[in-house]
C-alpha cells in the first residue's frame, strides 16, 4: 500500500509540474475566449494535482513511511510544506485572473505578473523537489 501511495504521489507531482507549464504557454499566446478556457482548465489541473498531491502527501506522513514524527522533526520536510503553502498562495492571482477572463473580462495587462508568478510557482515546486530528496534521506533531521 505504501508503493501506490507514493506512485499517486509523485503522479500528483509531475501532474502539477505539467500544469503550471501548460499555464506557461498558453499565457505566451494572444488571450481570446479560447485561450482564457484552456488557461482556466490547465489552472484546475494545477488546483487539482496540487490537491491530490498534499492530501496523499499527508496520509503518507501519517500512516506510511517513517511515520510523522520523523516528518515534523526535518528541516526539508517543514521547508516542502512552506514552498507548498508560498506557491498555493502565488496561484491565487492567476486563478481569480483566468476565471474572470472566462466571463469575457480579459485584462492584457495582468499577463506580464502573471508571467512572473509562473516562473516564481515553478522555482517553488523545483525546490519542493529538492526537499523531498533531502528529506527522503534523512537530511535536515532537527532530532
Known amino acids: ?18 500544469a503550471i507549464v501548460v499555464e506557461f504557454v ?14 482556466a482548465l ?31 522533526h526535518n528541516a526539508a520536510f517543514i521547508a516542502k510544506m512552506a514552498l507548498f503553502v508560498a506557491v498555493a498562495l502565488l496561484s491565487i492571482y492567476p486563478t481569480l485572473k483566468f476565471l474572470s477572463w472566462r466571463k469575457g473580462r480579459i485584462d492584457a495587462a495582468a499577463v506580464p505578473a502573471i508571467r512572473r508568478i509562473l516562473h516564481l510557482e515553478l522555482v517553488g515546486v523545483v525546490l519542493i523537489l529538492l526537499c523531498a530528496a533531502l528529506m527522503a534521506r534523512g537530511v535536515g533531521f532537527l532530532g
Open 1 to 18: 500500500m505504501s508503493a501506490f501511495f507514493a506512485f499517486l504521489h509523485h503522479v500528483a507531482a509531475f501532474a502539477l509540474v505539467a
Open 26 to 39: 498558453l499565457i505566451r499566446q494572444p488571450i481570446d475566449a479560447a485561450n482564457a478556457r484552456r488557461l
Open 42 to 72: 490547465a489552472d484546475m489541473g494545477v488546483g487539482i494535482s496540487a490537491g491530490v498531491a498534499l492530501l496523499v502527501g499527508l496520509l503518507r506522513v501519517i500512516y506510511f513511511e517513517k511515520g510523522a514524527a520523523f516528518y515534523l
